[in-house]
Every structure is written in C-alpha cells, then in structure tokens.
Nanobody, 124 residues
Framework: QVLLVESGGGLVQAGGSLRVSCVAS????????MGWFRQAPGKEREFVAG????????RYADFLKGRFTISRDNAKNTVYLQMSSLKPEDAAVYYC?????????????????WGQGIQVTVSS
C-alpha cells in the first residue's frame, strides 16, 4: 500500500509560478511510475504530466505547451510539479498518482494509488 500526500497548492496570480509536491509513504516510489492529474469543477479529471520510474521518460498534456515540469527524487520519495506562466484555466484540484507501469502513461486506470488532491487557484 502506498499513501500519497500532496502539498504546496494555494492561490497564485496569473502569470505566476507554483510548485506542488507529492510525498509517498509505505513503499518506495522508485517502483512506480508517477503522474499528475487535475480536475476542475464540472470537468473530468485530466492528465497533466507523467514520469517513469527512473525519471528518464516524461510526458505532458499537449495543452501545457512547456509551462509545467514534472520531476522526481526517489531518495526523498517525492514527486514534483513545477508550474509556470499559470493561467486562470489551470485552476483545479491537482492529484498525484502512482502506478506499477514502466512508462509515463496519461491513462488514469494505469495508476493504482492516488493522493487526496490539492487545490490550485489562479487569480486573473
């Protein structure tokens, strides 16, 4: 069993930056591909970014256009999502997820463990 806890969310102005973190406990995350998803009110949960077990493979949603960066520190059992040039439409609850696959899948069902989510609000 893996417990994922996100932190670092909050309120930021449009154009600003924010980094959210996800700390895992229970098992080492080096055994898991990790991903970030988000869900805005009234919308479905969508893929944001994914990273392979070693960090050698990353994948991003097309709409990001290079604004976000996913990274991981397996020694700290932590995954990060650095968000830059934030827009009001980026406001959502951001979820960290871990899965037993090897790649950086954008498919939610590939992930076995989910955090509780953290709110990111972007003011215009």
């Amino acid at each position: 069993q893996v417990l994922l806890v996100e932190s670092g969310g909050g309120l930021v102005q449009a154009g600003g930056s924010l980094r959210v973190s996800c700390v895992a406990s229970g098992r080492t995350i080096s055994s898991y591909a990790m991903g970030w998803f988000r869900q805005a009110p009234g919308k479905e949960r969508e893929f944001v970014a994914g990273i392979s077990r070693s960090g050698s493979i990353t994948r991003y949603a097309d709409f990001l256009k290079g604004r976000f960066t996913i990274s991981r520190d397996n020694a700290k059992n932590t995954v990060y999502l650095q968000m830059s040039s934030l827009k009001p439409e980026d406001a959502a609850v951001y979820y960290c997820a871990g899965g037993a696959g090897y790649g950086a899948s954008p498919v939610p069902i590939r992930y076995d463990y989910w955090g509780q989510g953290i709110q990111v609000t972007v003011s215009s």
